[in-house]
């Protein structure tokens, strides 16, 4: 897809946006008045930063999708994930908060956004000339095997994201910004999951642009429709949006031999877009409340109140990755050869 990389530049850059605007302005909503043990906080508390790392998610995937699955764009998208998620702890201990900081914070974030896209372009025009003669023709056209694996996984882990961003929770289920900030993330990560899909498509046809709208409008609406239920009530509306996300992935993503889709495939598709996220999702999260106290490190790290007793500090955009990451296994598999490897 040629398109791929402005619009993978663009969203990554609209992250670095929702980003800055989350550390200066939802951030500080989420933080207790004092230390005292009658007012720490509860389950979900730090909501902000959970939205956050996931925008920081975002930032890599839409890389990813800029660099239309190649190694030379996918290595720095990590490591530029990792290091901003180690600064987004040292920013949230300095309680920025106020116009000038975000306004910084989003022109810091979109320099070093701009910084690190800049090493693989200058790569690729530095070894331009070296490409044997049909190489350049196939890097506009249709991606390589491994690369469309590589977007077809991005898709995956951006859709079971956009599941945990839009059942987002906090303590008191009363917050505005809270419904704001949980429909923005889920909305980016809808768009970065339906353009890796197309961008790992064989051929950009107008079947799968019109059902990349489709599946974009349907994604939105199924967010909405998350938040618009009750906390508590939204596992089978989650659910049903991952379904229709993951398999909207597939349909973009993988080969239809003779123009048309495998049904069947797609059957299966749905039935593990179905269960799949929400069994991963809670193997992950387990462990995570019981042995590994992650997001405690990263509360205590921040300078934030821990969280009661009674409750447990997850870290549910870790979760999510993982969950995602689960789901690229099974599904990452656009042509008919690497899902014959399943049988």
């Known amino acids: 897809m040629r398109s791929a990389r402005p619009v993978g530049l663009f969203l990554s850059a609209v992250a670095v946006l929702l980003w800055a605007y989350g550390m200066t302005r939802w951030q500080p909503l989420t933080e207790p008045l004092g230390p005292w043990s009658e007012r720490l906080p509860g389950n979900n508390a730090y909501w902000a930063r959970d939205l956050r790392f996931m925008e920081i998610m975002a930032v890599s995937l839409g890389l990813v999708l800029a660099g239309r699955g190649q190694l030379r764009w996918g290595g720095p998208a990590v490591l530029l994930g990792g290091c901003w998620v180690a600064a987004d702890v040292a920013i949230d201990r300095a309680d920025p908060i106020g116009v000038d900081a975000t306004v910084l914070l989003a022109v810091g974030g979109c320099t070093v956004l701009g910084v690190v896209a800049a090493i693989p372009l200058w790569w690729e025009r530095r070894t331009s000339s070296a490409r044997e003669p049909g190489r350049p023709q196939r890097e506009r056209g249709a991606p390589a095997a491994t690369d469309r694996r590589v977007l077809t996984g991005a898709a995956c882990v951006a859709g079971v994201l956009t599941l945990v961003a839009a059942a987002m929770e906090s303590p008191t289920d009363r917050e505005p910004e809270l419904n704001q900030g949980a429909l923005a993330t889920a909305a980016l990560l809808v768009a970065v999951a339906v353009g890796a899909g197309l961008a790992a498509a064989p051929a950009r046809t107008r079947a799968r642009v019109v059902l990349a709208a489709g599946v974009t409008v349907a994604a939105l609406l199924g967010a909405g429709l998350v938040r618009a239920v009750p906390p508590g009530t939204r596992l089978l509306p989650e659910a049903a949006l991952g379904a229709v996300l993951l398999t909207g992935v597939t349909l973009l993503a993988w080969d239809w031999p003779g123009g048309r889709p495998v ?81």
């Open 263 to 343: 049904w069947w495939h797609h059957g299966v598709a749905a039935l593990l877009a179905l269960v799949g996220p929400v069994v991963f999702l809670v193997a992950t999260a387990v462990p995570m409340m019981i042995a590994l106290p992650i997001g405690a490190a990263f509360t205590s790290l921040a300078g934030n109140s821990p969280i009661n007793a009674a409750d447990s500090d997850l870290l549910v955009s870790l979760a999510g990755l993982l969950a995602g990451l689960g789901m690229a296994v099974l599904l990452a598999r656009p042509s008919i050869d690497d899902r014959r490897q399943l049988r």
